[in-house]
């Protein structure tokens, strides 16, 4: 299995920061990695795929990067909205896809 | 949009089996590629991949629960199911049902998108 861990796994920050999460996968799984955003009492919901790319209307402060065994999410300016717990996943072993532990981001 | 929905009991006894179904609005389950998925999230836990079908009736599960699990599909009701038999109290979670994006034709990406708003489940006599 592709094991995916998450740092930090839990992060405090202030409104207006600049946010980074890091996902390391323990293989190579090139691009095939996911972001979602899960509020409490609710499912997940996809912000990147592919690494990069921006599920359409996730805000433009939201990016992607990475590819290899390292990625990162950044945040560029938090909202209030923002925060939440974040999840990469991978699909390079499709269909035995796994997800990181979470990454819970919390108001300093 | 598609958007999906899960409905089932809440409450199961030990070594019964849970059943849920994914009804889907919105878009048909029969379109081609999708996969339709079934996810669990145990209190307080990560994110657990169960299974998934093909609109053609073809599945494949989670390897750690392969030996309960069968997910199956009614094209014609727009729904797809999910049953896990012998459950103990491990297999309380909220269960989601999700679809499975695919993109691309040479090693494509999934992700999911959208997904349920899910349903608890609790294992319990």
């Known amino acids: 299995d592709v094991q995916m861990t998450q740092s930090p796994s839990s992060l405090s920050a202030s409104v207006g920061d600049r946010v980074t999460i890091t996902c390391r996968a323990s293989q190579s799984i090139s691009r095939f990695l996911n972001w979602y955003q899960q509020k409490p009492g609710k499912a997940p919901k996809l912000l990147i795929y592919?690494?990069?790319s921006l599920q359409s209307g996730v805000p433009s402060r939201f990016s992607g990067s990475g590819s290899g065994t390292d990625f990162t999410l950044t945040i560029s300016r938090l909202q209030p909205e923002d925060f939440a717990t974040y999840y990469c996943?991978?699909?390079?072993?499709?269909?035995?896809?796994?997800f990181g532990q979470g990454t819970k981001l919390e108001i300093k | 949009q598609v958007q999906l929905q899960e409905s089932g009991p809440g409450l199961v006894k030990p070594s019964q089996t849970l059943s849920l179904t994914c009804t889907v609005s919105g878009g048909s389950i029969s379109s081609g590629g999708y996969y339709w998925s079934w996810i669990r999230q145990h209190p307080g836990k990560g994110l657990e991949w169960i299974g998934y079908?093909?609109?053609?009736?073809?599945?494949d599960y989670s390897p750690s629960l392969k030996s309960r699990v069968s997910i199956s599909v009614d094209t014609s009701k727009n729904q797809f199911s999910l049953k896990l038999s012998s459950v103990t109290a491990a297999d309380t979670a909220v269960y989601y049902c999700?679809?499975?994006?695919?993109?691309?034709?040479?090693?494509?990406?999934?992700?999911?998108?959208?997904w349920g708003q899910g349903t608890l489940v609790t294992v319990s006599s």
């Open positions: 079908i093909y609109n053609s009736g073809s599945t």
């Open positions: 592919a690494a990069s």
């Open positions: 996943q991978q699909s390079f072993s499709a269909p035995l896809y796994t």
């Open positions: 999700a679809r499975v994006y695919v993109w691309g034709s040479y090693r494509p990406v999934h992700w999911f998108d959208p």
